[in-house]
Nanobody
């Protein structure tokens, strides 16, 4: 059974940091490019970041560039998102997803991803 399980969300003050994790199982994680997307209340999905299958190339939305860092540990089948200098507008449910187009680090339509996690809530508030 394929699973992507996000963790690490929570409540943090503006300017604070969080590290999200996405644990993968049931597929060959090292062969898949991975992304983080987010969805704020009442808004559509926003692509946040992507990393290729080998972890050697990454890409970021302008809204998070310089504050967020995506990484992966293929030995642990885990994807990460380090989020620093958090702002209230970063509040959202964060999802990870996988595509078998392992070299891809640009956004795809939602249907372009093979597997999705269930999401983890991030709330940035004082």
């Amino acid at each position: 059974e394929v699973q992507l399980v996000e963790s690490g969300g929570g409540l943090v003050q503006p300017g604070g940091s969080l590290r999200l994790a996405c644990a993968a199982s049931g597929f060959t994680f090292s062969g898949y490019a991975m992304i983080w997307v987010r969805q704020a209340p009442g808004k559509g999905l926003e692509w946040v970041s992507a990393i290729n299958s080998g972890g050697t190339s990454a890409n970021y939305a302008d809204s998070v560039k310089g504050r967020f860092t995506i990484s992966r540990d293929n030995a642990k089948n885990t994807l990460y998102l380090q989020m620093n200098s958090l702002k209230s507008e970063d509040s959202a449910v964060y999802y990870c997803a996988a595509t078998d187009r392992g070299g891809l680090v640009v956004p795809l339509p939602r249907t372009g991803y093979d597997y999705w996690g269930q999401g983890t809530q991030v709330t940035v508030s004082s």
